[in-house]
């Protein structure tokens, strides 16, 4: 990314043997203190099976069109992105189902990101506050120009969508701003 | 608990990649430079030392499991106590405490605390997705895991509440580039400008290049140790050690989601992370219209676990007044805009002024000519080695090179280790090390003073 800079890849030539001096008397063996480092690649590939386990339930909502958030039964106190227990009363939420209908409350234009995600930039993540809930929920946001990032997106007006096929992500449900 | 001496640390020269030398050489690297300092041989340091902790932050960047023990093993530590801490960027600064405690409690009387990081074995942007995986893999990073977009998120907040200008931050990267100007182990050494780190490409809005820390291949080591220990040493080297004191510690937590942190009334912030210095009717008013005007605590702009980490930390070293009572702080600034949310945590000023702050001069050394405006003299030098942003930030080794720099600081020898003395605080007389990990999950904060 630095401008001056070509951009340094992995996948070389494959080599198998390197330059190696032919004697190993003294001076020969000293001189390996000199040589320079061996890189080789390793790749590394793995696929988990990870268990969204007491968290199901929002998944399999947001693939049917409903965003459910956890609430406490005692307090109320309700957060946007679920999870199980209570961090004030230790006791287990219940599901509850709120509008996807909220406001910006931070946000940013990613112009890089990591490696997955390279391909989709800029995109633009959001925190999104709902009226009622205590906590916020990560999403990305569509249907502005990341060219014009502006602190006054801070307060807009976002609606939820549901992704049509769903893949069991958050990003199942993402928002657009919406008027007024 | 006893008291606890610093009286040693050595760092290997942060850089991009270091090929040349494996992670366990690296730390060997530091090693040899912390022992020799106090005069010490390999072998009688050994006959010494009683056990270590070995820091080190990420097994993907290694693909190494149990790479603790090879450091451990390849020094010559075996088969002597050890063990290896983790908890993301602050993995040094909880190495450094673990050691701390190790000696406090009496379990040790010499320990050894190093760490490493060798992040060049992937290529950037894989690296960066090996950080994403330290946020939650269910709901934050299948979103687009990036930890500068976290960090960005958090100061468009800070911005939107507070009036925060990239500005303000670009003056912490043009102050901590210049100051590691005069740092030999530094990674990046550059005059800049604040249209040069605004000019920089973006990476995540409104945070450029020249805002955020890089990656990077290094080691650090540190020695602790009681009275006991001190004796021991010196009378092995034959010498008299500058002491060190680590007065306190600190350490605090938060929700590894950000969205999941709380928006606290007045009241609760009042009663849990007011710091005494904070504590009079004027700051209390200030507060109080802050929170009239939407301001919640900690949200996303504030790191609720940085200000629990310095109230504790402040309490156990006796500080009432940061500003005035610490000569310098090393802090962690993965991000200019964290270096600023750090100001207020750690109560430099107070939440909401972390941006004039920035840019008022107070943070700066005396020494050094930035090309700056700066209105105001310099009170308490922030990141005078040049701080993660310049340094590098080879994540196991980044806390504790903070802590090797506040020894050297407080022993009037950053002319003698740097070979110039220009980031010499002047009658440092307390240090404070501040090591946070992502995004404001685990912060340390440990306060070390010069002892006559």
Redesign the interface.
Known sequence: MAGNKMEETFGGYVVHTVPFPDKLDRAALKALKKMSPLLIEQPYSITYLHSYAQDSPFFAGLASGHYLVSRDAETGYTYATPRGHDMYTGAETEWVEIPAEGTVHAFTVCHFGSEEFLPECPYVLVQVEFPGVDTLFLARLVDVDPALASLDWIGMKVKGRFRRLSKFKPTDLYFYPVKG | MRPVYAVSGGVSKFAKAR??KTFPALVKEAYDYAIADIGLTHRQFIELVDGSVASYFSDHFA?QLMAGIMAQDYLGLCPKPGHRVEGGGATGGICFQEAWKAIASGYMDICLAYGFETMSHV????G??F??LASD????Y?????Y??YY???V??H??EFGTTPEQMAYVSVKNHMNAYHNPYAQKREKLTIADVRAA???????T?LDICVMSDGAAATILCSEEGLAKLEKASGQRIKRVLVKGIGRGTD?M???????QKYEDFVKYNLLPSEDTAETRAYYKALWKKGFRYPG??SFRAGRMASKEAYQNAGITDPLHEISFVELHDAYTSSEIQTYEDMGLCRYGEGGPFAASGKAFLPNIKYGLKLPDKPICPVNPSGGLIACGHPVGATGLMQAVFAIWQLQGTIGKHFGDTALQVKQAKRGAIHSHAGTGTYVTVSILEKED
């Open positions: 090929p040349d693909r290529a950037t942007w894989k960066n997705e950080i994403a893999v269910s709901f934050d299948p979103v687009g895991g990036f500068s977009g960005a998120m958090m468009t907040r911005m939107k490409p973006m990476v995540a809005w409104p945070l290049r929700a989601r950000m969205a999941d942190r709380p928006h996303v702009h």
